[in-house]
């Protein structure tokens, strides 16, 4: 059998010890082989079910005093990506927008706050 025959290929496939991972993410398309290396990739069912809690608990019930609970996320996560990746001290990472729209946005703000 020949690495390129669809035999082999299926054969690995059933042979595969990720392929329980298979079931953790949303699929419409069984026979869709998605290879797109830019993207966020398959919706994963905890996404769904963690993007829906939020919505029905933390904004639909607490409203803005849900705010408490992920505002200083992002710095959370840029000190735990910034000492991970990039050996940062804390504090010397934030993970927001782009430059561009941070950019923009303090742009817009000096404007807004000359009358």
Not at 34 to 45: A, E, I, K, Q, T
Not at 59 to 82: C, K, P, R
């Amino acid at each position: 059998m020949k690495v390129t025959d669809r035999a082999y290929a299926l054969e690995l496939d059933k042979n595969d010890p990720l392929a329980h991972f298979r079931s953790k993410f949303v699929i419409t398309d069984p026979n869709l082989c998605y290879l797109d290396g830019n993207s966020l990739g398959r919706l994963p069912h905890a996404t769904v079910k963690a993007v829906n809690d939020f919505v029905s608990h933390e904004w639909g019930n607490e409203v803005v005093t849900g705010w408490s609970h992920w505002i200083d996320e992002a710095q959370v996560a840029g000190d735990l990506l910034g000492r991970a990746v990039l050996g940062a001290a804390e504090g010397q990472v934030l993970v927001c927008d782009t430059t561009s729209v941070n950019f923009y946005q303090l742009c817009l703000a000096a404007i807004n706050a000359r009358p």
